[in-house]
């Protein structure tokens, strides 16, 4: 494979996933109990359909605020996200396994 066939994929790939971040901003906030995430290796989430590969978790209860000890009380959490909300003092989702 020549270096300029391999440098396009890369630019390819680099596109794309600039693009699924874009597109994917923000809506993480608008998450309901029962939809399901995907963890980056950049440690954020996004919405994904709960049919989808492995390293998918199902928010299990939302909360205001950014203290992810709340999750503590719900059973079944194996994760917990704070997001940062501009207009709130932020938003902890627990997530556990699909069901």
Sequence with gaps: MSRKVL???VAGA???????YWVNDGKQT???V??????SSANQIAPVKCS???GVY???AKFQGSDSNQ????AGTEK????????????VLCAGAVK
Aim: charged content about 5%.
């Design 34 to 39: 029962g939809d399901c995430v995907a963890v």
């Design 58 to 60: 199902q928010v299990l």
């Design 7 to 9: 440098w396009g994929i």
């Design 30 to 32: 608008n998450l309901a």
């Design 80 to 91: 917990s996200f704070v997001l940062d909300q501009p207009s709130t003092n932020g938003l």
């Design 71 to 74: 999750c503590d009380t719900v």
């Design 52 to 54: 989808s590969a492995a």
């Design 14 to 20: 680099l596109l794309v996933a600039g693009y699924l």
